[in-house]
Each structure stands twice: as structure tokens, then as C-alpha cells.
């Protein structure tokens, strides 16, 4: 059931007319309820003859003809309301075309006003995507298009000339062994772009995407990663001048994983290392009073999870032996755990040798992927905003938002 405004609610029309802020020649015609649904709709037109700017030159023309268009504006009281509008087409005859009028009220081929669009984005920055679509009472797939379109024209927008220096790595983008991978800019810790997977396709997936954005790959020196296959034959074909670093990070992991090999071995003939795992993995200066006597009891003694992590304090020291004898010292703790006797050392000695030079290039390059452990906590942020997100590219469009902090315009929009 819809009913018309009387001439006694003037007051109502007069309010509605300064909240959507109009201009010549747009005027707000009448205003109807619908009772059922329970919305406002607002009925905007032109008078004849009126004179409207031609979107490619400015010229200003007669409307040709006119195109019935809806959007959503932003609620009032709590009721939906709607915008109508004839919106005419020019028939230009300085550039010889028939052009639609862009309205200022909202973008090109949008359903929702502007200031809708803003209060959506101002939502979905704060709260799951899924729980904002509820408050606003649309469905979550037009809200996402929304959210991409502003994240998409934040991201065209960002600056890759000065980019030299990426670090990449893989995180979890659900469960089942799903990943994205995220490229980095080091020096300004912005994450420049993230794709699907982890194998070396997305190498040539950000040498396409730089591509595009006009960057020559040779400008790319310098490469983080992992110790990862893929990572590497990825930055070597794709990116042949750049060098690669090994992240410190990911070295010491691999070493931590090595003593736990060991302990674990080791705990069936010594029950005492049962339930000690974490003593030999934390850094001694994080360990509580007790656990730090327990672990000195344990490390003097004659035990090959002692002589490890012996091997991993030593590996520890690299990272702070001065540059010219780093070379010199990395050779030698290759050879003490060569000579170790503890297997899982041994294998390790293999691939710390293998890896030697991007190990060493740190004492060039000083890149980790610290600044990517961050990046992951955001990650998991978005994905909880992303709950629900349906596809891969909603959760990567949450990231750029996420981790970049995007500064869109319409995130600090006053709500009418």
C-alpha cells in the first residue's frame, strides 16, 4: 500500500529536500510510502527544457530523452528509502554523441547513492562483511561489489615507482591447505599485491601485475622469502637480476625444528625431555625463573638435545658476527654440525650449505619477513571481518583494506 505526502507534511518534504543536498536542475518532485515495505521513495526530476553539462566536453545541451533509475539512499528512522530519478541522455552537437548525465549522487551504473556507499564502507571496515550486510538489510554480494570497487580504485591508485625491495611469503586463507600469497614492499610495508596460492605462478603473476602498473622488472633488486622451491625458481625466471635473502626468521625456524627432531628421538631413552619442548624453543630470555633452571639442568648435561641446541645458540650468534666473518663463521657451524652425529642436524648442515648465499646476502640486504608476521595477524583479522566471504578475491580485496589501512574518503564521510 503506498500513500502519496499531503500538502500537510511539508515540513517532511522541506527536511528531505536539504538532506539531499540538490542542484538546478534537480528538483525533489513528491515523496510516497510504502507501507508493506515499509520505505521512503523519493522522486527527483527536471523541467522541461532544462540545460544539462555534456559529460565529455561540458557544453551545455537538452536532454535527448530520459532513463528511469533507482538507488538505495541511506535510511531514515530506520526505513529504507529510495531515490527516482529520469536521468537524460544529451545529444551533443559539438562531439557528436548521445551521452548519459552522470548524476553527482552516485557513481556510474550503481544502484546506491553515494553516501550509502559510505556508510556501507564505514560498516564493513569496522565489522564482519556478513553481520554489516544485515545491519544495512542487503544482501552481502552487492555490499561486496561496493567494498571492491573502492579497495580496486585505492590499489590503482598506489604508487610502485620507487619499489625495489619485496618480500613474499604464504599464509592460510581457510582451512585445507587453501593459501594466498602476499608481495610486500619492505620500505614502505605495504602489501602491493596477493594472489591465490603459493607455488611459483605467483611470481609470474606479480611480474604481470607490475607489468601493468608500468614497472620494469629489472627495478626489482631485491627478494625475502623462504627457502621454498617454488619461491626460488619463481624469483630466478621471472626476476633473473634481483638477489634473494633468505629470511633469518625462517632459517631459525628450520633450526628449531631440527632440536625438536632431536628431543623427540632422544625423549624415548631420556623421559626427562617428555613435556620439554618449548624450553629449547624459546629464546632463554623469555622463559619463566623455573623453566630457565630446568632448561640449565638439562642443557649441561650429557644429553644430544643439549649438544642441539648448543648448534642453535650458535646459529643465533650469526646474525650479530660482524659482516667481513660471517662467511667464515657460517662455514664452520656448517662443519660442527656435519660432525654432530645427530642425523636431523646433519640434514640441516645440507640445506644451510645449499642455501649459503641467500643466507649471507641478510648481511647485504638486512631483509627479513619479520614485518610479514604482522601482516599475517592482520590477515586473520580480515579474515574474521571476511567471515563468509564466498571467493578468494573478497578475502584479498579485506587484506589490501586491512593491512594497508587504506585511507578511503568516504571511511571519515558524516552519516546524513
Same mark, same amino acid.
Given at each position: ?14 527536511? &528531505?529536500?536539504?538532506?539531499?543536498? =540538490? ?6 518532485? @513528491? ?52 531515490? @527516482? ?25 550503481? @544502484? ?10 564505514? =560498516? ?35 604508487? =610502485? ?87 633469518? &626468521? ?44 630446568? =632448561? ?66 641478510? &648481511? @647485504? ?52
Amino acid at each position: 500500500m503506498w500513500s502519496s505526502m499531503s500538502s500537510s507534511d511539508n515540513l517532511i518534504a522541506e527536511m &528531505f529536500k536539504v538532506a539531499l543536498e =540538490l542542484e538546478e536542475p534537480w528538483k525533489l518532485t @513528491h515523496i510516497e510510502y510504502d507501507e508493506k515495505d515499509e520505505a521512503w521513495h523519493l522522486f527527483i526530476d527536471f523541467e522541461r527544457g532544462s540545460l544539462f553539462a555534456c559529460p565529455n566536453c561540458g557544453t551545455a545541451c537538452k536532454a535527448y530523452d530520459a532513463e528511469k533509475k533507482q538507488w538505495r539512499h541511506l535510511d531514515f528512522w530506520n526505513w529504507k528509502t529510495y531515490m @527516482h530519478a529520469r536521468v537524460p541522455r544529451t545529444e551533443c552537437l559539438n562531439c557528436n554523441k548521445v551521452t548519459l548525465v552522470p548524476v553527482k549522487w552516485s557513481r556510474s551504473k550503481s @544502484h546506491f547513492t553515494l553516501k550509502f556507499d559510505a556508510w556501507a564502507m564505514r =560498516l564493513m571496515a569496522e565489522m564482519p562483511v556478513n553481520a554489516a550486510a544485515w545491519e544495512l538489510r542487503e544482501h552481502d554480494t552487492r555490499l561486496w561489489r561496493i567494498f571492491h570497487y573502492y579497495v580496486d580504485q585505492a590499489m590503482a591508485g598506489l604508487d =610502485l615507482s620507487q619499489v625495489k625491495r619485496i618480500a613474499v611469503d604464504e599464509t592460510s586463507s581457510r582451512r585445507g591447505h587453501r593459501y594466498i600469497t602476499l608481495f610486500v614492499d619492505v620500505d614502505t610495508k605495504t602489501v602491493l599485491f596477493a594472489t591465490e596460492g603459493k607455488g611459483k605462478d605467483t611470481l609470474t603473476r606479480f611480474k604481470q601485475h607490475l607489468l601493468e602498473k608500468g614497472v620494469e622488472t629489472a627495478r626489482i633488486k631485491e627478494f625475502c622469502c623462504d627457502m621454498s622451491t617454488a619461491f626460488i625458481s619463481g624469483v630466478e625466471e621471472q626476476f633473473p637480476k634481483a638477489e634473494i635473502t633468505f629470511d633469518k &626468521f625462517h632459517v631459525m625456524m628450520l633450526v628449531n625444528e631440527a632440536v625438536d627432531d632431536v628431543r623427540k628421538a632422544e625423549q624415548k631413552e631420556a623421559p626427562q625431555l617428555k613435556r620439554t619442548k618449548y624450553l629449547w624453543l624459546k629464546n632463554e630470555t623469555n622463559l619463566k625463573e623455573k623453566q630457565k633452571e630446568e =632448561l640449565q639442568g638439562l642443557k649441561d648435561s650429557n644429553l644430544k638435545t643439549g649438544r642441539a641446541y648448543r648448534l642453535k645458540l650458535a646459529m643465533q650468534e650469526l646474525w650479530t658476527t660482524p659482516h667481513l666473518l660471517a662467511d667464515v663463521y657460517l662455514r664452520e657451524w656448517i662443519g660442527w654440525a656435519r660432525r654432530s652425529q645427530l642425523e636431523p642436524m646433519m640434514d640441516l648442515a645440507k640445506t644451510v650449505k645449499k642455501h649459503e648465499e641467500g643466507i649471507l646476502r641478510w &648481511f @647485504h640486504s638486512r631483509m627479513t619477513n619479520g614485518l610479514l608476521e604482522g601482516i599475517n595477524g592482520l590477515v586473520q583479522a580480515a579474515k574474521q571481518k571476511a567471515r563468509g566471504y564466498r571467493n578468494v578475491q573478497n578475502l584479498i580485496a579485506m587484506v589490501y583494506m586491512t593491512a594497508n589501512k587504506l585511507r578511503l574518503p568516504m571511511l571519515s564521510a558524516r552519516r546524513s
